[in-house]
């Protein structure tokens, strides 16, 4: 399996886990194509993907699939969504918000190894509190959206594909990481630390214990990098696979 192929097989399933999330749902298209639902009304918690072969009704159904749910949500431009698309993107109003890129750390990267002091793996007993740090980390305030979040968080760390990461501090979980597998892959996913707390070592702490706890699997490590994580996957060794443009219709992603 080729780098390129790593990370689609590992973005498209975990795209298709959100969707049963409690509230979620998802419109399948042309395979691989689909659209996500993650009972979310955030952005960035619910995707559009267009695959080879995607046309564009398939856009046409998916805006009005998130309308109908009055969620948000981000279509990332894959080396794969056909170029016939383009067009009907702008039409609709889905424009390019961002650039994020498409990485990997080969298996060959990670070694096995003790966690590192207050590194754990989430269990059941604390799904609920990591999801709560989950949607502070990330930049969410205390308001009534919280509790709807650490439910949904809470699916997240507990799911048979997932395996949920946090660093515990005085003040609770101060950093935090989901983990997808799938046959050939591990994706991460929600790698972030709380604002008060950025910039004191917790990221690069949380990442070696998922490395060491991800070693003995012998797969590559997939994510996708926004702008302000690119530089310090690109400094802990992770390789650019691609660019990936992402195109929603709000600027808030």
Known sequence: MDRLQAFDENFFSFAEMLSGAPGGAALPFKAPSLAAASGQPYAGENYAIF????????VSAALSFFSNRRAEFVAPWLPQTP???AQIFEERG?????????????????????????????TERDALRWGEAAWFAFGGEASAGVDSYKRYGAYLATHKANAAFAIEGEEGYLSTALIHETAGTVGLYYFATLPEHRRHGFAARLMDGLTAALAHKGKPLVLLATEAGLPFYINYGFKVIDKIPICSLTDDI
């Open 94 to 122: 889905l424009l390019r918000r961002r650039i994020y890129t498409s990485m990997y750390l080969p298996a060959e990267s990670m070694r096995a190894g003790e966690m590192p002091e207050g590194v754990s793996r989430i």
């Open 51 to 58: 695959g080879a072969g995607a046309e564009s009704e398939d």
């Open 83 to 85: 170029y016939s698309l």
